[in-house]
Nanobody
Framework: QVQLVESGGGLVQPGGSLRLSCAVT????????MGWYRQAPGKERELVAA???????NYADSVKGRFTISRDNAKKTVSVHMSSLKPEDTAVYYCYSDIPEPRGAKILRVKYWGQGTQVTVSS
């Protein structure tokens, strides 16, 4: 059974930094895209950063230049280093992994989610 376990959230002052990590466990042969979404109170979940299996990255405009995503394919982990944090970065952050799984004669990408970790940016 695939599980994603997140760590690293917490309270930080504006301008500070945090690093979130996510470990994927279970019987997995391959992971496609990995990344992070976030959801602030009263808002829809939005993509923060994503990284492909070969290391190509994609960021939301609001975090470009401040967040850096990375992954370790051997350890099946994905992390995001967040710097110059702003109060508007406050949200629950969710990691995800797209994992190819056989479904009959087809291979489907199944998106698995972490449990979410709270990031609060406040003085």
């Amino acid at each position: 059974q695939v599980q994603l376990v997140e760590s690293g959230g917490g309270l930080v002052q504006p301008g500070g930094s945090l690093r979130l990590s996510c470990a994927v466990t279970g019987s997995i042969f391959n992971i496609n895209d990995m990344g992070w979404y976030r959801q602030a109170p009263g808002k829809e979940r939005e993509l923060v950063a994503a990284i492909t299996s070969d290391g190509s990255t994609n960021y939301a405009d609001s975090v470009k230049g401040r967040f850096t995503i990375s992954r370790d394919n051997a350890k099946k982990t994905v992390s995001v280093h967040m710097s110059s944090l702003k109060p508007e970065d406050t949200a629950v952050y969710y990691c995800y992994s797209d994992i190819p799984e056989p479904r009959g004669a087809k291979i489907l990408r199944v998106k698995y989610w972490g449990q979410g970790t709270q990031v609060t940016v406040s003085s």
